[in-house]
């Protein structure tokens, strides 16, 4: 049972930090877009960083899931 609950999490984390990662993209393109104004490439810019944080945290919350998943 352990191991099915690793493996949901596993799943979810992977979701969630490819999610992350596809918003990180996205603001980074606004933030670069001189034909926005600089307060949103600002507040994009900001978001990125904030995404790529969010980014990190699920991929390596992710990588532990499945670690206890292999070893149960």
């Known amino acids: ?7 949901f ?3 979810a ?5 490819a ?3 596809a918003s990180k993209e996205t603001n980074k393109e606004i933030a670069k877009n001189d ?4 307060s949103t490439r600002l507040s994009a810019a ?7 944080i969010d980014e990190s945290t699920h991929n ?4 532990a899931h ?3 998943a292999e070893n149960n």
């Open 46 to 52: 900001k978001d990125a960083v904030g995404d790529k």
């Open 60 to 63: 390596g919350k992710a990588e």
């Open 19 to 21: 999610a992350s990662g």
């Open 1 to 7: 049972m352990e191991t099915a609950k690793q493996a």
């Open 9 to 11: 999490n596993y799943v």
């Open 13 to 17: 984390e992977t979701v969630q930090g």
């Open 66 to 68: 499945k670690q206890l």
């Open 35 to 38: 034909n926005v104004n600089v």
